[in-house]
């Protein structure tokens, strides 16, 4: 069993949708841990909420979350983000945000460490602290690109990435990679794996799933049968995708083994764990249509 470690704000997650919505955990330990442990591994969530925020907690552990490295921080708030998918889109606010996550956090043992911040909990010099401590370093940093508007509404602003030259695997969503000036899912993983050296995963809706690595580029297109909620699916894509290539360095399977993941993570409403063997299943289907482009 692997313990991988999942690095950012737990957060409540209101979503709202025509006709319905519902309150429950949120962000990336969330989704991700929830991924990493329904895959059969221990996920180490990492991160800090306030007093307000223990019921988030209970629900994890109910799912098979670890929360022992979860810092309860008296006189703060849990990090809130409100999501309205509404008219086919989306649009964020984020009326309260607990402390940053301090780079003593990171002292544990772990075999790899995914770092998901969602408003910016984490650091450039956590990024870089976790290069030097951990083999592995996974990174979506779409928490490090979202600024806040006098409404706390959300919107992206692109960085330079060459900050996070160490990291192992780098996750874009559609919004991020359009926001640091890619045009599409292929050029974005081609050019940021060339400038860091690492893989990249690129996600789209579109588009399908992008991986490129070792000089190798892959896509593979998900065809859910039913699709009910969407929220926190990039963070499953990173979740398996890092357990894939932790269990085999097979890129293909890996990429497989996120198509399985977030196909099944769709189905249901909110978080909720996946059943391994159906994932690990489907995941085999579905590395046959990998497909190896030219970069």
Known sequence: MLRIGVVGHVVVDEVVWHGGG????????????????????????????????????DRL???????????????????????????????MWVPARCAEISVEQLELEADAIYLGPVAGEVSAELVAAAVERFRIV??????????????????????????????????????EYRALGYSTPREA??????????????????????????????????????????VGAGDVVGGAYLVGLLETGDRAYALALAMAAVAHRMRSQGPARLENSAVREDAEKMREGVERVSP
């Open 22 to 57: 519902r309150v429950s955990p949120g962000g990336v330990p969330t989704y991700a841990g929830l991924t990493i442990s329904s895959l059969g591994h221990r996920a180490l969530v990492v991160s800090a909420i306030g007093s307000d925020g223990l019921w988030l907690l």
């Open 61 to 91: 552990r109910e799912l098979g979350v670890d929360t022992s490295h979860v810092r309860v921080l008296e006189g703060h708030v849990t990090t809130r983000f409100r999501i309205e998918r509404l008219d086919g889109g989306r649009r």
């Open 138 to 175: 996974t990174l979506d940093p779409q928490g490090m690109m979202r600024v806040l508007g006098p409404d706390n509404s959300v919107s992206l602003r692109p960085i330079s990435l060459e900050q996070f030259r160490g990291v192992s695997v780098l996750r874009f969503s559609e919004e």
């Open 189 to 230: 993983v081609v050019k940021a794996s060339e400038t860091l050296g690492c893989d990249v995963v690129a996600s789209s809706a579109s588009h399908g799933i992008w991986v490129c690595g070792g000089g190798v580029v892959l896509r593979g297109l998900v065809r859910a049968e039913k699709v009910v909620d969407t």
